[in-house]
C-alpha cells in the first residue's frame, strides 16, 4: 500500500466518523469513497466507523462492477459511488449519508429550490430529489445519477443524500452545506411561503464564486454553525 493510498483510506475513516460525529449520519447507514487511481476506495458494508481500520477499507476497480479487494464487502451502495467516480473525471470523492433534514424533506418527495444564495454551489437553482428506489440496487444509482445530472448533490427519495467534490474534504463540505440548506428550507415552509431567487440572481451568485471561493473547511463550517 503506497503512501497516497493510505493516506486516502485513512481520510475516509477520519470522514465517516465527523459524520456520525455531527449528527449528518447516524450509525453505519453512510458511505463514503474516494479515487485513487482507476480504482475507488470505499467503506465497508455495516462495519461501526469507530472500529474501522485501514485495511478494512474495500478496493474496488472503476471498470469492473462487483470486484474488490478487501477483508470486508464494500458498501451496499457501491453502484452509485462507482458511477459518480466513474462518470465524472472532476471528482474524486463521494459522500453518502442519512441526515435528519435532507432526509425528511426526500421523504416527502421534495427537492430544494433557491432558497438560499448558497444552492449555487452545488451547479444550479436547485438541488433535485430522485425517484425511489431500493437500497444498494441498481436502479437506485440509475435514478440518483439521473437527479446528479447537471449537479453535485442530490436528494434520494425517502432516503437520504450524495454529495460529491474533488476531494475528500470538499466533498464532506458539500454535505454539511446541503444539509444545512434543507434546514434552512425545512424551517422556512413552517412559516409560510419562502422567497424563492429567481434564476438571474443564482448565475449572479455562481459568477461571484468564481473571485470570492466556497470554503472547503467543512470542520470550521460545522464548528461556525
Known amino acids: 500500500m503506497t503512501t497516497?493510498?493510505?493516506e486516502i483510506r485513512e481520510g475516509i475513516i477520519e470522514n465517516c466518523l465527523f459524520m456520525n460525529q455531527t449528527g449528518l449520519n447516524q450509525g453505519t447507514s453512510g458511505n463514503i469513497s474516494a479515487r485513487h487511481g482507476?480504482?475507488?476506495l470505499i467503506s465497508p458494508s455495516a462495519t461501526p466507523y469507530n472500529k474501522l481500520t485501514p485495511g478494512m477499507i474495500a478496493k474496488m476497480p472503476l471498470?469492473?462492477?462487483?470486484?474488490w479487494e478487501g477483508p470486508l464487502n464494500?458498501?451496499?451502495e457501491w453502484r452509485f459511488h462507482q458511477k459518480l467516480l466513474k462518470g465524472r473525471p472532476e471528482a474524486s470523492a463521494v459522500v453518502h449519508a442519512h441526515p435528519t433534514y435532507c432526509t425528511t424533506l426526500s421523504i416527502m418527495g421534495m427537492g430544494i429550490p433557491a432558497c438560499h444564495y448558497m444552492i449555487a454551489a452545488f451547479g444550479g437553482n436547485d438541488v433535485k430529489?430522485?425517484?425511489?428506489?431500493?437500497?444498494g440496487t441498481a436502479e437506485l444509482s440509475v435514478l440518483a445519477l439521473e437527479a446528479m445530472e447537471g449537479r453535485n448533490a442530490c436528494l434520494l427519495a425517502n432516503h437520504g443524500m450524495i454529495a460529491v467534490g474533488e476531494n475528500l474534504?470538499?466533498?464532506?463540505?458539500?454535505a454539511v452545506e446541503l444539509e444545512t440548506i434543507a434546514r434552512q428550507y425545512y424551517l422556512s415552509l413552517q412559516l409560510g411561503k419562502p422567497n424563492i431567487l429567481s434564476d438571474e440572481q443564482v448565475d449572479d451568485t455562481i459568477r461571484s464564486f468564481g473571485s470570492y471561493g466556497v470554503r472547503d473547511d467543512h470542520k470550521r463550517i460545522a464548528a461556525n454553525g
Not at 471498470?63 to 470486484?67: I, M, S, V
Not at 430529489?129 to 437500497?135: I, M, P, V, W
Not at 474534504?169 to 458539500?174: I, L, N, T, V
Open 4 to 6: 497516497s493510498e493510505l
Open 38 to 40: 482507476d480504482n475507488m
Open 63 to 67: 471498470e469492473a462492477e462487483g470486484q
Open 74 to 76: 464494500p458498501s451496499v
Open 129 to 135: 430529489c430522485s425517484g425511489y428506489a431500493t437500497f
Open 169 to 174: 474534504e470538499k466533498a464532506m463540505w458539500a
